[in-house]
């Protein structure tokens, strides 16, 4: 951090309504800040371009600016208490997601709530190797799976030698992260998240055509895979990759991403590898242009791991219902079975628009999927809330992977899908509109017989 960035000079500076820089040049407040800024930049190259610079604008208040600066000035950042609370990192998620809230929909699009994320980062464990999110948006998923290894010492020290940054261990080192993000502001926002973090954003990268056009790492081969991609995309350009070498499994439909954003996971995965992530709940019934046959491979070439009904109001930018998913390279000994989890009736509620899981709701889901997954004793099924399913029932439900379809909820309830239900009664609408037409065209054909004006 150069001596113009670092927080003493700045806060001593505040109030000052003019300062001479070592340059000459004379400034506000404002203009030190973008100063600031273009130091910061220049001596770390990751950061190139992306922290805001407009501070010195003539619309910004200079009170109001200064008064924000004393103001944070009074936060003990600098105790190593504070330090090992990460406060600077908590302050950005805090208003990630207040941000979120307060923009709906548009803000939503860069951030997933960070008990979802832990959820997925704490079933994935990733302790050490490649993590990729190529529709990383704000860049939660790499934050909390820092945050997982860091809260996992003692695993590296009883599994291995953990480098050292200098400090003493540091189990971050094991990790190296990839990602790719299509909105250059969001993509902004993520290096600067991973930026007052620590962690190395130089394998982040922004195109503006996005992962299914111009996929920015189109050799790696990830141990873990993290993602919320968009929900029921319909303008993914899926007329323009037909022959992409990534549908092992069949074309996706164009007007629908899900399963486009599926394959491309599975092709990026390791042959060890394991990816989880968020999609809108229809994926598991959908079978529109050829989903149903893409589920099902992937389903029988023995990929799918895990399912988790996830409860409604989780996220601000969407009311679609939503699952997890989880796939595995590594499914050995049960290659023959799926672990189905209905965690709609887990949560709470933060306001009267957004729900919230308790860290004992993420601690249930992830310890019975640890459970399962390692054949520990303490795993069993639970009516209406956990079952292993073999690929047999499966089959026979058609490979439909609601949950409620095998864990002893009503179908009917556990089975609705939005779209498939408008398209349906669009249907029903439009015969009846049609009927009505041809009623209509009978009864004036019946009073022009008769001679008789309507």
């Avoid at 323009?240 to 954003?261: E, S, T």
Wanted: with cysteine; charged share 25%; aromatic share 10%.
């Amino acid at each position: 951090m150069p001596p113009i960035a670092r927080w003493k000079p700045i806060a001593d500076n505040a109030k000052k309504t003019e300062i001479l820089l070592d340059n000459g040049k004379r400034v506000d407040i404002g203009g030190y800040v973008d100063e600031a800024m273009e130091a910061i930049e220049r001596q770390n190259l990751s950061l190139k371009g992306v922290l805001p610079k407009v501070y010195a604008r003539q619309n910004l208040d200079r009170a109001s600016l200064g008064g924000l600066i004393d103001l944070v000035g009074t936060v003990a950042l600098g105790t190593e208490q504070a330090q090992s609370k990460d406060v600077l990192g908590q302050v950005y998620e805090y208003f990630l997601g207040q941000f979120a809230l307060a923009e709906g929909k548009k803000g939503g699009q860069f951030y997933t709530p960070r008990s979802v994320v832990k959820v997925l980062v704490e079933m994935l464990e990733p302790y050490e190797g490649r993590v990729f999110d190529p529709c990383c948006g704000s860049g939660g998923m790499f934050v909390q799976s820092e945050k997982f290894i860091n809260a996992h010492r003692d695993h590296y020290k009883k599994n291995g030698n953990g480098k050292s940054n200098g400090n003493g261990f540091n189990p971050a080192d094991r990790i190296s992260i990839y990602g790719q993000e299509s909105n250059r502001t969001t993509f902004q926002l993520c290096k600067m998240n991973l930026a007052i973090r620590g962690i190395d954003s130089s394998n982040i990268k922004w195109n503006n055509e996005g992962s299914f056009l111009n996929d920015a790492h189109k050799d790696l081969k990830a141990d873990f895979i993290l993602a919320n991609p968009p929900f029921n995309d319909s303008d993914w350009s899926g007329d323009l990759l037909k022959d992409d070498a990534r549908w092992k499994y069949g074309i996706p439909p164009n007007g629908n991403a899900n399963y486009a954003w599926i394959q491309h996971f599975i092709y990026h995965l390791s042959p060890q590898g394991m990816a989880g992530f968020v999609l809108a709940k229809g994926s598991l019934t959908s079978k529109t242009g050829g989903e149903g046959e893409i589920r099902q491979g992937i389903i029988e070439a023995g990929l799918l791991d895990c399912i988790v009904n996830l409860p409604g109001q989780l996220f601000v930018n969407t009311q679609i219902p939503a699952c997890l998913w989880f796939l595995s390279r590594r499914k050995e000994g049960r290659l023959d079975k799926v672990l189905f989890i209905d965690a709609r009736n887990l949560g709470f509620l933060v306001n009267r628009r957004m729900k919230d899981f308790t860290e004992d709701d993420i601690a249930r889901i992830t310890g019975t999927y640890h459970a399962w997954r390692n054949k520990a004793d303490g795993y069993q099924d639970v009516l209406g809330f956990c079952k292993s399913v073999t690929l047999d029932e499966i089959r026979g439900k058609h490979y439909m992977l609601t949950p409620g379809r095998y864990i002893g909820l009503p179908d009917d309830e556990d089975d609705f899908d939005f779209a498939e239900r408008f398209a349906k009664l669009k249907t029903e609408l439009d015969e009846q509109m049609r009927d009505e037409v041809r009623l209509n065209a009978i009864i004036r054909e019946n009073l022009a017989k008769l001679d008789i004006k309507e």
